[in-house]
T-cell receptor
Framework: NAGVTQTPKFQVLKTGQSMTLQCAQD?????MYWYRQDPGMGLRLIYYSASEGTTDKGEVPNGYNVSRLNKREFSLRLESAAPSQTSVYFCASSGGTAYGYTFGSGTRLTVV | SQELEQSPQSLIVQEGKNLTINCTSSKTLYGLYWYKQKYGEGLIFLMMLQKGGEEKSHEKITAKLDEKKQQSSLHITASQPSHAGIYLC???????????FGKGTRLHILP
């Protein structure tokens, strides 16, 4: 099925460890996004990529880095994980605001 | 900055009853999006509203955007257990803008 695929689905990290969340879409969308979802906070934008080769900060970028590897893939990296980064992370892609976003199923990350 | 307020934060209704969720923006919108999220899963796109006064339906779910394009209501008729989940509204100020999201409304349906 066409869509957005995120890996892994679950991850537990120790404080200070690093990891990369992977996201790939097969809909030929130009734009891709990373959000985090926390209880009572809704979805907050971390980083986005309007097109291949470009990335921009969103609302909560501190502690994260991203790479738009090609048109299909957009990864999110935590260089030194902190407990405050415990969250559910969603990747999304879009062919234009007129069509909304397509979301992946999420990565549940716990930092201990 | 753009703010999006959803109300109520949580809603518990008896199966078969109707309900309404509201989403209010501090600014005029280009587009208003409704998503549903089942607990522990990803977001499913329900519908997008763009024109003032526009109304759309998806099965038993109807959403409307007011004439000023600053407020939307989502209405569920004869609620069912399958309607349970988190409903999020999202908004974009212009065609090239990013979508920002409200904090969501948790809906529980009692059998």
């Amino acid at each position: 099925n066409a869509g957005v695929t995120q890996t892994p689905k679950f991850q537990v990290l120790k404080t200070g460890q690093s990891m990369t969340l992977q996201c790939a879409q097969d809909m030929n969308h130009n734009s891709m996004y990373w959000y985090r979802q926390d209880p009572g906070m809704g979805l907050r934008l971390i980083y986005y990529s309007a097109s291949e080769g470009t990335t921009d900060k969103g609302e909560v970028p501190n502690g994260y880095n991203v790479s738009r590897l090609n048109k299909r893939e957009f990864s999110l990296r935590l260089e030194s994980a902190a407990p405050s980064q415990t969250s559910v992370y969603f990747c999304a892609s879009s062919g234009g605001t007129a069509y909304g976003y397509t979301f992946g199923s999420g990565t549940r990350l716990t930092v201990v | 900055s753009q703010e999006l307020e959803q109300s109520p934060q949580s809603l518990i209704v008896q199966e078969g009853k109707n309900l309404t969720i509201n989403c209010t923006s501090s600014k005029t919108l280009y587009g208003l999006y409704w998503y549903k999220q089942k607990y522990g899963e990803g977001l499913i796109f329900l519908m997008m509203l763009q024109k003032g006064g526009e109304e759309k339906s998806h099965e038993k779910i109807t959403a409307k955007l007011d004439e000023k394009k600053q407020q939307s209501s989502l209405h569920i008729t004869a609620s069912q257990p399958s309607h349970a989940g988190i409903y999020l509204c999202g908004a974009a100020l212009n065609r090239d803008d990013k979508i920002i999201f409200g904090k969501g409304t948790r809906l529980h349906i009692l059998p």
